[in-house]
């Protein structure tokens, strides 16, 4: 059932991410926080947030080398 909520967490993240420029920790860490019992505890919460980051991090390189590989890269004008 975790496995579900891991789901969920990432296909929000990534909807919140593609359609309104939201980062991946806000929704990706309540979410873990409170309905993934591995995430419960002392350091729960770090960990979510963590993980949230890291998928921003990797959102962020597969974004940019699509960008790139189109050609839609100007760093002159930017």
Request: glycine share 12%; proline share 3%.
């Amino acid at each position: 059932m975790e496995y579900f909520w891991y789901i969920i967490a990432a296909a929000g993240a990534g909807v919140g991410t593609g359609l309104a420029g939201l980062s991946a920790a806000t929704v990706m860490v309540p979410i873990l926080i409170v309905l993934c019992p591995s995430f419960q505890g002392e350091y729960g919460a770090y960990q979510a947030t963590a993980i949230a980051l890291a998928s921003d991090i990797l959102g962020s390189a597969v974004t940019t080398s699509v960008y790139a590989k189109n050609k839609r890269i100007d760093l002159r004008h930017g």
